[in-house]
């Protein structure tokens, strides 16, 4: 069925270092695609989005790549802090409609 | 521009009761979505409304519902509350249907 999944339930990194986050998606038919940033007892936080036409997007210490090819989504956050750690979603739209559907999340330990 | 708000943020409800959670999306926004989040499901959605009209809806018994009113606010009901509705629900909203940002989510625990 149509999914977003993800490789790695834990993440642990050094403070400073490069974290990368991984996605696998299944449904070809999506066209955007958004990572969330969660942290305990708040609500997902928008990080960047991407839409299929792009294979690469870049924010404030964040890139979101996108593999159609392989149906992957990587989350790169340079320069990993410690207020980076939380559990990080990737979701997808479906063009047919406006529902997200989310992986089950990374979640990031930054050690300091 | 003021984020997402969701009232309550806490509930405690007994089995067999029914339930009204409202969210109020950001200023100029006509899409809410609602999504339930529970460690075992993860964030699975609920359903969407545009402009008072329900544009799309997730695979939740009928108990589940909700409506928008002329200003974008929305509400959710779930009727006759099971054990397992114990959740987070968050509410979303949207300018384009694309971009979505969240509420802080209401917990709602069913005893």
């Known amino acids: 069925g149509e999914s977003v999944g993800l490789h790695l339930p834990t993440l642990s990194v050094q403070e400073g270092d490069n974290s990368i986050i991984n996605c696998a998606y299944s449904?070809?038919?999506?066209?955007?695609f958004i990572w969330y940033k969660q942290e305990s007892g708040k609500g997902p936080q928008f990080i960047i989005d991407i839409r299929s036409n792009m294979d690469k997007r870049q924010g404030q210490r964040v890139t979101v790549l996108l593999n159609k090819t392989v149906k992957h989504l990587s989350l790169q956050i340079a320069a990993t802090q410690p207020g980076d750690s939380a559990v990080y979603f990737c979701?997808?739209?479906?063009?047919?409609?406006?529902?997200?559907?989310f992986g089950g999340g990374t979640r990031l330990m930054v050690k300091p | 521009k003021a984020g997402v708000t969701q009232t309550p943020r806490y509930l405690i409800k007994t089995r067999g009761q029914q339930v009204t959670l409202s969210c109020s999306p950001i200023?100029?926004?006509?899409?809410v979505s609602w999504y339930q989040q529970t460690p075992g499901q993860g964030l699975q959605f609920l359903f969407e409304?545009?402009?008072?009209?329900?544009?799309n809806k997730g695979n939740f018994p009928g108990r589940f519902s909700g409506r928008q009113f002329s200003n974008s606010r929305s509400e959710m009901n779930v009727s006759t509350l099971e054990l397992g509705d114990s959740a987070l629900y968050l509410c979303?909203?949207?300018?384009?249907?694309?971009?979505?940002?969240f509420g802080p989510g209401t917990r709602l625990t069913v005893t």
């Open positions: 449904n070809s038919a999506s066209d955007y």
């Open positions: 979303a909203s949207s300018w384009t249907g694309y971009e979505q940002y």
């Open positions: 200023s100029g926004h006509r899409s």
């Open positions: 409304y545009f402009s008072e009209t329900q544009r």
């Open positions: 979701a997808e739209r479906n063009n047919a409609g406006n529902m997200l559907t």
